[in-house]
């Protein structure tokens, strides 16, 4: 199985300050489609996860645009350019090329 | 509006068995391959089992393979998912989503709870 493994576990940040999470993963992500099966999902305290970001960086609608997807390969990053209070909760990264799916550990995202 | 609910949830004794429904509304079901995503309590997301849109082809994670079998009518515009031989550890709360290489929709999820 693709191990996903994502860095830092925890985030404290101050309000207005950037925020930075990588997820790596053991084999790389481009499917034999040519596409890169990465998404980032974020999941707020007691809610349901919800997706920002798939194929690495594609903002899904509705998503505020200081959250941003990078990378390639085996490694990628989620930034918030600049962290709001409603930001917090637990942010997890998943690779869709390879079978079966895996998550990584999922980063807690807190303000400082 | 999209949505997808899911029942079947409960307390069940170890080695036992539960079957997991989720009816989707707001989209043509059966154009969309389907996923089952797992949270132990306290824990981090697991991806459970997929399913195609024609249920032709089914994935499964190793924890549950030869366990949990998953399944569709696209007719009801349901997804299932068949639970046997259950462990402590398959406690957690079982979400239905919608994707196969990205899930965009996410229900509320169902609770299960293995225990004596």
């Known amino acids: 199985d693709v191990v996903m493994t994502q860095s830092p576990l925890s985030l404290s940040v101050t309000l207005g300050q950037p925020a930075s999470i990588s997820c790596r993963s053991s084999q790389s992500l481009v499917h034999s489609d040519g596409s890169t099966y990465l998404n980032w999902f974020q999941q707020r305290p007691g809610q349901s996860p919800r997706r920002l970001i798939q194929?690495?960086?594609n903002r899904d609608s509705g998503v505020p645009d200081r959250f941003s997807g990078s990378g390639s390969g085996t490694d990628f990053t989620l930034k918030i350019s600049r962290v709001e209070a409603e930001d917090v909760g637990v942010y997890y990264c998943m690779q869709g090329t390879h079978w079966p799916r895996t998550f990584g550990q999922g980063t807690k995202v807190e303000i400082k | 509006e999209v949505q997808l609910l899911e029942s079947g949830g409960g307390l069940v004794q170890p080695g036992g068995t539960l079957r997991l429904s989720c009816v989707a509304s707001g989209f043509t079901f059966s154009d969309y391959g389907m996923t089952w995503v797992r949270q132990a309590p306290g824990k981090g997301l697991e991806w459970v089992s997929g399913?195609?849109?024609?249920?032709?082809?089914?994935y499964y994670a190793g924890s549950v393979k030869g366990r949990f079998t998953i399944s569709r009518d696209n007719f009801r515009n349901t997804l299932y998912l068949q639970m046997s031989s259950l462990r402590a550890e398959d406690t957690a709360v079982y979400s239905c989503t919608r994707g196969l290489w990205s899930m965009d929709v996410w229900g509320q999820g169902t609770t299960i709870t293995v225990s004596s």
């Open positions: 194929k690495a960086s």
């Open positions: 399913i195609t849109s024609g249920g032709v082809n089914t």
